[in-house]
């Protein structure tokens, strides 16, 4: 293990291998990556990981585009490596939900996200068999899909290994000391590493780590459920990702066939302790979810439910997350509290903390909107539809 780096980053998920391998590319090579189990084993390895672009703030709008773009070059820069899956995404919004509808795509199409109403009965003929009861508007986006967590996380970390970084698995961080109000040393069991920069990535234990130099970050922990279907044989197999808020519904195809299948906004976070959560889903929520879907798609009335998990949402007052400097301790970076929909921006948000950390700005996106500050400055982000996602 390195005894000095230019800057540790504590966490292996998205965020943690995304900045990264932006960091190192943009020349600040010594960089150490401490992660305590093996990479991806936070929310990132239990994500759904569907990539759609339909946000209501710019801020969001900019960087899921910005992710989008880095999806589809993937196999250029990351030396072929196929993690994205280009499905095409709808978005099925009950009537009364159509005004919003409407203010939001005009905002996504001024930003430039290639985005556009189809009918209900346009998307049933991609989705043979989708009971369309229930639906007002849809939105259709080509380049959304989703992604594979593992497969990108593994892709950044080799990137930036081949660039001169260090990524320890099974090396927890236990604690940060400072100097003079710097951070100043990464305490691991192996060893100290002196660095003056510190990137807290570590998740939904991020307000542990925020919490060794004095810090309240203000995360909740949601445990969050998802199945796995298997549909019957006789099912046309499922070739778009769709977010339901007819249902509150969202579903994938996955490899060999099946459809992963979540519960969607708005909801009761379910509070969890990281360190003890029950790691398999309730039975309830796997036959609520199952009935849902078996609904929009009468078909899977008769699919099996195959496997269920649950993971952790860590997540801020506004849905959004920490992304920036720290104002109270000179060398932290914050890139915590994902809320749930922060896979599909790791890959922007990591170039652009990248870039705050080496030019002191971000140019591709300007994060400013979601710096650690924003509570105190009464400047937290607002999100439509009346839920709790951006
Ligand atoms: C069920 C579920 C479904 C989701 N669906 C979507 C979706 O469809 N689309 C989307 O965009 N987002 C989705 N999300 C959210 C998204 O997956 C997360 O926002 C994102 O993956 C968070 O990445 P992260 O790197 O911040 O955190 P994590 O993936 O949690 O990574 C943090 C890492 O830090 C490590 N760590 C913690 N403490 C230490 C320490 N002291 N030392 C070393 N390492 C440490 C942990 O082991 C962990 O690997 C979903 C999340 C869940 C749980």
């Not at 995360?219 to 778009?240: G, K, N, T, Y």
């Amino acid at each position: 293990m390195r005894k000095t780096a230019d800057a540790v980053i504590i966490g292996g998920g998205a965020l943690g291998s995304s900045i990264l391998y932006h960091l190192t590319t943009k020349g600040l090579r010594n960089v150490v990556l401490l992660e305590k189990g093996e990479l991806c084993s936070g929310g990132t390895g239990d994500s759904a990981a569907i990539v759609r672009q339909h946000y209501s703030n710019e801020v969001s709008i900019l960087l899921v585009k910005k992710s989008v773009e880095i999806f589809h070059h993937f196999p250029e820069i990351f030396d072929g490596a196929q993690v994205f899956h280009n499905t095409g995404w709808f978005f099925l919004v009950p009537p009364e939900a159509g005004a919003v509808f409407q203010e939001n795509m005009a905002r996504l199409q001024r930003l430039g996200v290639r985005t556009w109403e189809i009918t209900p009965q346009e998307a049933a003929a991609d989705i043979p068999g989708l009971n369309t009861a229930g639906i007002g508007r849809v939105a259709f986006e080509p380049d959304s899909g989703y992604a594979e967590p593992y497969g990108m996380v593994s892709a950044f970390v080799a990137k930036a290994k081949a660039q001169g970084a260090e990524v320890l698995t099974y090396t927890p961080a236990r604690n940060i000391r400072l100097e003079q109000g710097r951070i100043s040393t990464v305490v691991t069991d192996q060893g100290e590493i002196s660095t003056p920069i510190v990137v807290n990535a570590a998740g939904p234990w991020g307000k542990e780590v925020g919490r060794w130099v004095g810090l309240d970050l203000p995360l909740e922990i949601s445990r969050e459920q998802e199945i796995m279907v298997e549909p019957p044989a006789d099912m046309p197999p499922l070739r778009r990702t769709v977010s339901n808020m007819v249902d509150r519904t969202y579903f994938r195809p996955e490899a060999g066939g099946l459809i992963l299948v979540g519960v969607g906004h708005p909801k009761e976070n379910e509070a969890a302790d990281p360190n003890n959560y029950r790691r398999g889903a309730n039975q309830e929520f796997v036959e609520d979810t199952a009935r849902r879907i078996a609904h929009r798609i009468p078909a899977l009335e008769r699919g099996k439910v195959i496997k269920s998990w649950a993971g952790l949402y860590d997540i801020t007052p506004d849905w959004n997350m920490l992304l920036g400097k720290s104002d109270e301790v000179e060398g932290l970076y914050l890139s915590v509290g994902g809320s749930g929909h922060s896979f599909k921006l790791a890959p922007a948000m990591g170039l652009c903390l990248a870039e705050l950390i080496v030019d002191g700005k971000a140019s591709t996106v300007d994060i400013t909107p979601l710096r650690p500050s924003r509570f105190s400055d009464n400047a937290a982000l607002r999100s439509t539809y009346g839920g709790n996602r951006a």
